[in-house]
């Protein structure tokens, strides 16, 4: 099995939506913390929301009130609502896991292909 797998990612015109999917094979998956990353051309991957196995949400300054994670599970996935999205959020998304917040921060060592999101103004 692929341990990652994102899904969902298109073209969609400024203020549009899309809602990313990413299917984690590890039989744990309910005890993790699950997130998303972008990764814009030319920059850094950048952590954009968490979910922890509780519950518990953390989102960067820059989706903030725009995007929304969940998690399902039962299916071992975890969502990326993405609301009002901007230009600026064009980037390849990536979804990882781990056993607590701090090591999803550090970067994880394996990654899917991720799913890409391009926004047009």
């Known amino acids: 099995q692929v341990p990652l797998v994102e899904s969902g990612g298109g073209l969609v015109q400024a203020g549009g939506s899309l809602r990313l999917s990413c299917v984690v094979s590890?039989?744990?998956?309910?005890?993790?913390?699950v997130g998303w990353y972008c990764q814009a051309p030319g920059k850094q991957r950048e952590l954009v929301a968490t979910i922890s196995s509780g519950g518990d949400i953390v989102y960067s300054d820059s989706v903030k009130d725009r995007f929304t994670i969940s998690r399902d599970n039962a299916k071992k996935t975890v969502f990326l609502q993405m609301d009002d999205l901007r230009p600026e959020d064009t980037a390849v998304y990536f979804c990882?896991?781990?056993?607590?917040?701090?090591?999803?921060?550090?970067?994880?060592?394996?990654w899917g292909r991720g799913t890409q999101v391009t926004v047009s103004s």
């Open positions: 990882n896991e781990a056993p607590t917040r701090r090591q999803l921060v550090i970067g994880p060592r394996r």
């Open positions: 590890r039989n744990d998956f309910s005890r993790l913390v």
